[in-house]
């Protein structure tokens, strides 16, 4: 007797329906699966006879053929363990063939009978067409952000059964409850860094790369903390599509409802190439960039990561997708983040001056080629984070900044003011979302996205901002992509300040300065009379 089950099966992100066909004949006890399934299919018969047994039911002792349509489809993972399940019950006489026919199924099973949830669920129930879908009673709350009608649940292989002949009824769905959003780390906690704070908002602004070169205990990782609150809320469509990654990759969703807020990925710098790419065995899975698309990827002690898994970041950055190949199959993950980095300006963790630094020139040096050139090129902000100020460390919250054992406040720096420490994530949030508004008036997400075809269009320099811009090239410390890059920076610093018209020498100037040239260099500024106008641009604009 023969017996057709509609499920689904997961390649990369996406999932795609599949036919679960069961053939029940005379001959010898035996159990065969074909349709190209990966080592997690065949073993579905183990836990299928288990399951079935253990839930009360005759397994056939006759020759079990399963067939998994379409068969030029790599089919993996235990989601099929439960169609399979149902498939040979029916094949064998035990339920009847059209309780099944208009309901797809999707779920794991426990040698005792109970179904277990399975990693992308949620592209999984999004590709199957039948009217109803049966999970285990677990992933129904990440189901319901793909699918409101139709939606079943069961906690067990023996009262699914019962359910669908009608002797119990199905559990109820529970309603959705309201998503608490996370906790958002307050950038008011950090204390004298008005430089940093300031490329901070530009990244947000803009989706702009962003590295922080500096000593230890700065406060890069808590400045590259806060970023993620200064960031817009996803739309549906996006949330939908993070949601869907994070599905397949196996990552927790929040039951009932999408989470808005954009994701923060912070992977340990000993994460190999696969854990940060994508790929792997038969089954294709998202890696850390994918995991972090539309939202911040962050790398903390940039310097120790592997060479030739940084530089397996140089096409993502440009494209915004990573194909992973291998023999089987070709898989694309959507992978358009934001990158922000952090790392030490030598091994010893000072700041890389001669008179702090223990380390020897060589030893510097190898250190910094640890990031190669090609990648530096791609951050569009790279700046210096120096030691803050004792008095800005050591103020009271809301009020001035003073120095320790004096009444007073503390001489303020130019163009450090000490309230610029202080001011809370919702300030600058609110002035991200001005600067985005006006790049969606252009029709773009943000300016980093805005193509090189249309920047002379959409972003026009004025004369004296065309020169510098010309006279960085032909000097060499702008290369074709930096000059497209620090342009796209210049507007986001244009937006910010609500200007309209050409982009100003001083847009471009704060532009070249944030892109911090001679960092990757030496670890010190440049200091020539060029940069003198470049310094007084940046003291103007952080104050």
Known sequence: MLATVASATLVGVDGYPVAVEVHVANGLPGFRVVGLPDASCREARDRARAAVVSSGFRWPQRRV???????GLRKG???LDLPIALGVLAADGQLEPELLRGRAFVGELGLDGTLRPVAGTLPLVAAV???EVVVPASSLGEARLVRREGLRGAA???SLVEALQGRAAWPEVPAAGPQDQPAVADLADVRGQPLARRALEVAAAGAHHLLLVGPAGAGKTMLATRLPGLLPDLTPTEAIEVARIHSAAGLELPGGALSLRPPFRAPHHGASAVALIGGGGARLRPGEVSCAHRGVLFLDELAEFAPHVLDHLRQPLEEGR???CRAAAAVAFPARFLLVAAMNACRCGSDGSPGS???????RERYRARVSGPLLDRFDLRVRVSQPDVGALLAAPGGPARAPGRPGPSPKAPGTPADQGEEPTSVVAARVARARWRARERGLRCSSELPASQLDELAP???GARRLLE????????????LHRAWRVALTVADLAGHDGPLSEEHVLLSLALRGEGIADDGSARSSSRDDAQSLAVASWVS
């Not at 090239?473 to 290369?479: F, P, Q, V």
Request: aromatic fraction near 0%; charge should be positive.
């Open 471 to 482: 006279r960085r090239l032909r000097e060499g410390l702008l290369s074709a992509r930096g």
């Open 65 to 71: 053929t399963v067939n998994l349509a379409p068969s």
């Open 129 to 131: 067409a039948e009217p």
């Open 461 to 463: 320099l004025s004369p």
């Open 156 to 158: 067990r292989l023996r």
């Open 77 to 79: 993972g235990p989601g």
């Open 357 to 363: 630094c223990r380390c020897s020139e060589p030893a």
């Open 322 to 324: 990573v194909v992973v």
